[in-house]
Nanobody
Framework: QVQLVESGGGLVQAGGSLRLSCAASGRTFSNYAMGWFRQAPGKEREFVAAISRSGGSTSYADSVKGRFTIFRDNAKNTVYLQMNSLKPEDTAVYYC????????????????????WGQGTQVTVSS
């Protein structure tokens, strides 16, 4: 089992920044590719960003590319999502997820590729 706890959400004005954190416990963090997803009211959960076990490979949804950065600190068992130039359409509950993989540079972009999920943290961007 892997436990994931997100933090760092909140209310921010458009154009502002937030940094989300996801602390993992229970298993060897570096054995897992990590991802961030979000879900707005009435919408399906969607992919935001993903990072490989090593941190050397990343992927982003087109809607956040150039504004968001995913990175991880395996020594701290934590993955982060730095969000800049926030827009009202970024408003959602943000979830981190962990997917076990034997490949150190693999990452995942589909929800069904992840094994564990956090409880989510609310991000609200006002216009």
């Amino acid at each position: 089992q892997v436990q994931l706890v997100e933090s760092g959400g909140g209310l921010v004005q458009a154009g502002g920044s937030l940094r989300l954190s996801c602390a993992a416990s229970g298993r060897t963090f570096s054995n897992y590719a990590m991802g961030w997803f979000r879900q707005a009211p009435g919408k399906e959960r969607e992919f935001v960003a993903a990072i490989s076990r090593s941190g050397g490979s990343t992927s982003y949804a087109d809607s956040v590319k150039g504004r968001f950065t995913i990175f991880r600190d395996n020594a701290k068992n934590t993955v982060y999502l730095q969000m800049n130039s926030l827009k009202p359409e970024d408003t959602a509950v943000y979830y981190c997820a962990a997917g076990r993989t034997g490949y150190i540079e693999r990452y995942y972009s589909q929800t069904n590729e992840y094994d564990y999920w956090g409880q989510g943290t609310q991000v609200t961007v006002s216009s």
